[in-house]
């Protein structure tokens, strides 16, 4: 098949041409070694300069927003569309490109995929206008994904369940395998004789972090070796604990070292529109480093540890928390049985959109 990706250059803040990684980079990556064509449009919000090339079997170009005021990569998409004639059109990323991919998919006469790693409707809630568009292209699209259960539960509504598949999120492929603790500590100059307790991510207070530190205080009344470990963006208005370790944003290849190097992983959240649908990527990169974690348990998490529900805890509840990273700390490493792989996640969904296709030709034929 042709398949056309729309997508922000840096979803989550990273650029996809620079350090390619995660759901945008992977699944194509393995759509493209699967045998399928594949093409990604990005659109730049900064003034960077076009980008075409191919990498990796991968055609990739990316516009800037500020070029004529997005019509540069208007024109890219509506000449793919029209002159490429893909089989789909895969919005992604955020809310626009899937409205986008839906309607190129209408005016040029192509499938049309929409796919989500979060409820985009929790970001900018005051907009209803973008959000009845977002509902609108969700219910005319020919097929939606995401990347879990629940989520794909609230973008099906109003359309048949036959055209909606799960696309779960996966650990990148480089890194994220169980090492040697000690060494790991080691190298991010990590205290040895203590028990280390682990977050990774931002450390904002509407994910429920300050439950987190209160925990950790609470538990070092009764095991004074602890120490609370903390990496990712930190919001103006968040303290952290003074004895607290705070390692600032590690790159990429620094994380599998911090994972390995915890006793617990912790992934706090609270229930809320956005985070009853978020699916962390951190919980499924400590998973696959065999680190213990403990999870707020959120319809997300429940689903993602689904075989493994003593290490979610009621959202909300500091004695809850404190017992499950309690129960957690002397476990070891933890077999989680078989968690998704990019290429698992990218067969299942080539498989999917070649049916749909397949089944299109004979009903036209």
């Given at each position: 098949m042709k398949l056309v990706f729309l997508s922000k250059r840096r979803p989550m803040g990273r650029d996809l041409i620079a350090s390619p990684y995660g759901r945008f980079f992977n699944l194509p990556l393995e759509l493209a070694r699967q045998g399928h064509e594949v093409h990604i449009a990005l659109l730049s919000y900064r003034q960077d300069r076009p980008v075409d090339l191919t990498v990796d079997g991968i055609h990739w170009t990316s516009d800037s927003i500020y070029s004529r005021f997005g019509f540069s990569y208007l024109s890219r998409v509506r000449q793919l569309a029209d002159q490429l004639r893909p089989d789909w059109i895969v919005g992604c990323s955020d809310t626009y490109f899937g409205i986008l991919a839906q309607k190129l998919g209408k005016k040029y006469g192509r499938n049309s995929i929409i796919d989500a790693y979060d409820n985009y409707e929790g970001y900018l809630s005051w907009c209803k206008p973008l959000h009845a568009?977002?509902?609108?292209?969700?219910?005319?699209?020919?097929?939606?994904?995401?990347?879990?259960?629940?989520?794909?539960?609230?973008?099906?509504?109003?359309?048949?369940?036959?055209?909606?598949?799960?696309?779960?999120?996966?650990?990148?492929?480089?890194?994220?395998?169980?090492?040697?603790?000690?060494?790991?500590?080691?190298?991010?100059?990590?205290?040895?004789?203590?028990?280390?307790?682990?977050?990774?991510?931002?450390?904002?207070?509407?994910?429920?972090?300050?439950?987190?530190?209160?925990?950790?205080?609470?538990?070092?009344?009764?095991?004074?070796?602890?120490?609370?470990?903390?990496?990712?963006?930190?919001?103006?208005?968040?303290?952290?604990?003074?004895?607290?370790?705070?390692?600032?944003?590690?790159?990429?290849?620094?994380?599998?070292m911090l994972l390995n190097s915890l006793d617990v992983a912790a992934v706090v959240n609270k229930r809320s529109a956005f985070g009853d649908h978020s699916y962390p990527i951190k919980l499924y990169e400590a998973m696959s480093c065999s680190v213990p974690v403990v999870a707020s348990r959120t319809p997300a998490t429940e689903w993602i540890l689904r075989n493994h529900p003593k290490h979610t805890v009621t959202p909300g509840d500091i004695n809850d928390l404190a017992r499950g990273i309690d129960a957690m700390l002397d476990k070891g490493r933890v077999d989680y049985d078989a968690i998704p792989t990019w290429g698992s996640v990218a067969e299942s969904l080539g498989m999917f959109l070649t049916r749909l296709s397949q089944n299109q030709r004979d009903d036209s034929g």
């Open positions: 568009m977002w509902r609108a292209s969700l219910r005319r699209a020919t097929a939606i994904s995401a990347a879990g259960p629940a989520l794909l539960e609230l973008m099906s509504q109003g359309r048949p369940s036959d055209s909606a598949i799960v696309a779960s999120m996966a650990p990148d492929p480089v890194g994220f395998v169980p090492l040697p603790k000690g060494e790991c500590r080691s190298e991010l100059n990590l205290p040895q004789d203590k028990q280390l307790i682990g977050y990774a991510g931002g450390i904002f207070p509407s994910r429920g972090i300050d439950l987190l530190f209160r925990a950790v205080a609470d538990l070092k009344l009764t095991r004074p070796d602890l120490q609370l470990v903390l990496s990712g963006r930190v919001h103006s208005s968040v303290e952290l604990p003074k004895d607290a370790i705070w390692l600032g944003y590690l790159p990429d290849d620094r994380m599998p």
